[in-house]
């Protein structure tokens, strides 16, 4: 989904603050979110300040899942959000870092994402099976895929080729995005799987393309066309810590919907 389309609109979110009340502590806070973190189920609880374990009170994710990551918000309405990831340990989900501060979509959270309208889709999701950057690997345990001239995401909902990474000389057309060229959006991204596999056997026409887990577009922070995005620092951390051994998904959702999940 467009990105750059969003950037003249970012000074109305900047009236806003920049995490949500209460702030949300910066990883360093309690310390990096460490790439090991999740693979010793014998690892103890996350240093630091107790809060309340969300990932607790997920009952949908499949049995191998041991990584989650909840992005959430305190109603569909607002851009701002909060990151928290965890580890299904011996006892249970823990906390794999401290909470970070996210944006979504300017219209805020949708049950009925849609293409081309800037709200960020609910529900449950797996990574994609590659990440993309247009700066090198970062170090992530999931194949990379360097971007150059040509890389598009196919976001023209008449293609066969519809919500799919593509190399091509020309534009797929739709709203398709030149991957290489969205800076600093797309230094380095996740794939998140709405309207894809594994989550539908195939892309449905209009239901929406292109969401992705990526850097904020601007210093300070901005909402996006639907996407879930992190300061570059944070990204990186949340990037290398994801294990595709680990079969992780992530829940995007208003808090007071997450027990459907």
């Not at 208003?254 to 027990?259: D, E, F, K, S, V």
Request: proline share 10%; hydrophobic share 35%.
């Amino acid at each position: 989904m467009k990105r750059r389309s969003f950037l003249l609109g970012v000074a109305a979110g900047l009236a806003g603050p920049t995490v949500l009340a209460p702030a949300a502590p910066a990883i360093g806070a309690d310390g990096p979110l460490r790439p090991g973190w999740g693979t010793d189920p014998t690892q103890r609880q996350w240093p630091g300040r107790q809060r309340q374990n969300r990932a607790s009170a997920l009952t949908t994710l499949p049995t191998e899942t041991k990584q989650v990551i909840i992005v959430g918000a305190s109603s569909y309405t607002t851009t701002y959000a909060t990151l928290e990831t965890f580890v299904r340990a011996r006892n249970g989900w823990q906390p794999a870092s401290a909470p970070l501060p996210a944006r979504i979509g300017s219209k805020g959270f949708s049950d009925n994402h849609v293409e081309g309208v800037p709200t960020t889709p609910t529900g449950v999701y797996s990574i994609g099976p590659t990440m993309y950057g247009i700066a090198a690997n970062p170090g992530v345990r999931y194949p990379y895929h360097r971007l150059v001239s040509g890389d598009w995401w196919n976001e023209n909902p008449s293609s066969s080729l519809y919500n799919t990474f593509q190399h091509s000389a020309t534009n797929p057309g739709g709203a398709s995005e030149a991957l290489w060229q969205e800076v600093p959006a797309y230094t380095h991204f996740a794939v998140i799987t709405y309207n894809m596999a594994p989550n539908v056997p195939k892309p449905v026409p209009n239901k929406g393309s292109g969401i992705f887990l990526h850097q904020f577009s601007t210093s300070a922070g901005n909402a996006t066309a639907g996407c879930v995005s992190l300061a570059h620092g944070h990204l990186v951390a949340v990037l290398n810590w994801l294990n595709p051994a680990l079969s992780p998904r992530i829940v995007l959702s208003p808090y007071a919907q997450l027990g459907r999940y």
